[in-house]
Nanobody, 115 residues
């Protein structure tokens, strides 16, 4: 059974940085796409960033230039480096992975940006 486990969330002041990590277990092949989504209270889940196995990335406009996604395809891990954090980045962040139409999600990690 495939499981995704996120780590690295927490409380940070505006302008600060956090690094989220996600590790997959139960999968012997490399996921085609891995990424991060977030859901703020009262809002729908939205894409933050994705990265395909070959390395191409895609970012939400709201995080371009501040966030950087990276992955280790051999280990099926994906990280999200978040810099210059803003209060509007506060949300639960979910790791996602896709393999031939199957989509997997982690349980989420809370990121709170507040002074």
């Amino acid at each position: 059974q495939v499981q995704l486990v996120e780590s690295g969330g927490g409380l940070v002041q505006p302008g600060g940085s956090l690094r989220l990590s996600c590790a997959a277990s139960g999968m012997i092949f490399s996921f085609h796409v891995m990424g991060w989504y977030r859901q703020a209270p009262g809002k729908q889940r939205e894409l933050v960033a994705t990265i395909v196995k070959e390395g191409s990335t895609n970012y939400a406009d709201s995080v371009k230039g501040r966030f950087a996604i990276s992955r280790d395809s051999d280990k099926n891990t994906v990280d999200l480096q978040m810099n210059s954090l803003k209060p509007e980045d506060t949300a639960v962040y979910f790791c996602s992975a896709q393999y031939y139409g199957a989509n997997y999600w982690g349980q989420g990690t809370q990121v709170t940006v507040s002074s």
